[in-house]
Structure formats: structure tokens, C-alpha cells
Nanobody, 122 residues
Framework: VQLQASGGGLVQAGDSLRLSCAASGGIFSSYVMGWFRQAPGKEREFVGTIGWNGGRTYYADSVKGRFTISRDNTKNTVYLQMNSLKAEDTAVYYC????????????????WGQGTLVTVSS
């Protein structure tokens, strides 16, 4: 499975941004999808995850209520809608695909996109 993340950019605090992650080369609907992020000098951290049919979603406490993950299996794409962005949301955002149950652990995701940079100015 190949993943291509896009939609990052430079925004101001309070703005919204939507990230997309397009998948190819596999049966997209069979994968749990997740979004993670990595700020400079920090480890990759969990943002949100969504089950294969979109019925189950989980979020990190830091983004709960502001970010929404969704997927369109007809377009082989997962989205991350980010609202009320804060400076601390600045990071490279990665999408991952994995088999099995939804997870907040990077090791449970087998495939990764290249990342898209989100910079939030305060």
C-alpha cells in the first residue's frame, strides 16, 4: 500500500485545515487508518485513528473536539479535519495504514505516507 499525504501548510492560530491521505495498491477498505504527527525534536505521537468502515474513531486528548478523522472508501482516502488550530499543533503529519484493530501505537501500522507539514503561527 502506498500512501500520499497532502493538505499541509502555514496557517494562523484558530484557523482550520484539512489533510488528505490517498492510498493505492491495496484494498483500502480493509485497513485501519491513523494520523500521527511529529514535531521537531519529539517522538511521533498519535493523533487519531479510524476503523475500516469508519464506524470507530479515537483521538488523542490533545486534539479531541478540534480534529475529526473520516474516510471515503470509494475514493481510497482518509481525511483529518483540523479546527481551532494551535501553535502546538505544528508538526509533520503522517498517515498510516494497518491491519487489525484500531490503535494509537505507531508499531501497529504497517504502511506510512511521506508526511505533510503543518505550521501554525501564533
Amino acid at each position: 500500500v502506498q500512501l500520499q499525504a497532502s493538505g499541509g501548510g502555514l496557517v494562523q492560530a484558530g484557523d482550520s485545515l484539512r489533510l488528505s491521505c490517498a492510498a493505492s495498491g491495496g484494498i483500502f477498505s480493509s485497513y485501519v487508518m491513523g494520523w500521527f504527527r511529529q514535531a521537531p525534536g519529539k517522538e511521533r505521537e498519535f493523533v487519531g485513528t479510524i476503523g475500516w468502515n469508519g464506524g470507530r474513531t479515537y483521538y488523542a486528548d490533545s486534539v479531541k473536539g478540534r480534529f475529526t478523522i473520516s474516510r471515503d472508501n470509494t475514493k481510497n482516502t482518509v481525511y483529518l479535519q483540523m479546527n481551532s488550530l494551535k501553535a502546538e499543533d505544528t508538526a509533520v503529519y503522517y498517515c498510516g495504514a494497518g491491519k487489525g484493530a484500531v490503535s494509537n501505537r505507531p508499531r501497529n501500522f504497517d504502511y506510512w505516507g511521506q508526511g505533510t507539514l503543518v505550521t501554525v503561527s501564533s
